[in-house]
């Protein structure tokens, strides 16, 4: 089992940043952020490997950048020039190669007004 934990989210205006952070409780190879809006389907936003291989939703490519810490199994997203359709529950994922299932963080709530 692995436990995320989730923090940063709140309220930001259109063209305003936030960073989002989530903690692993122990390491896993691939981790990222998904994020589900109201009456919408979860969507990926971004992932990234252990070695540094990251992967963008072409909606936030140039936007927002994912980055981690293998010492310490933590992942960010920093996430610039926010839209208000960036407006979303944003959730912690984590994911070893071949596993059945990945593992969630709770979410943690972004709300950009225009």
């Known amino acids: 089992q692995v436990q995320l934990v989730e923090s940063g989210g709140g309220l930001v205006q259109a063209g305003g940043s936030l960073r989002l952070s989530c903690a692993a409780s122990r390491s896993i190879f691939k981790m990222g952020w998904y994020r589900q809006a109201p009456g919408k389907q979860r969507e990926l936003v971004a992932t990234?490997?252990?070695?540094?291989?990251?992967n963008y939703a072409d909606s936030v490519k140039g936007r927002f950048s994912i980055s981690r810490d293998n010492a310490k199994n933590t992942v960010a997203l920093q996430m610039n020039s926010l839209k208000p359709e960036d407006t979303a529950v944003y959730y912690c994922s984590a994911r070893n190669p071949g596993a059945a299932m990945a593992y969630w963080g709770n979410g943690t709530l972004v709300t950009v007004s225009s």
């Open positions: 990234i490997t252990s070695g540094g291989t990251t």
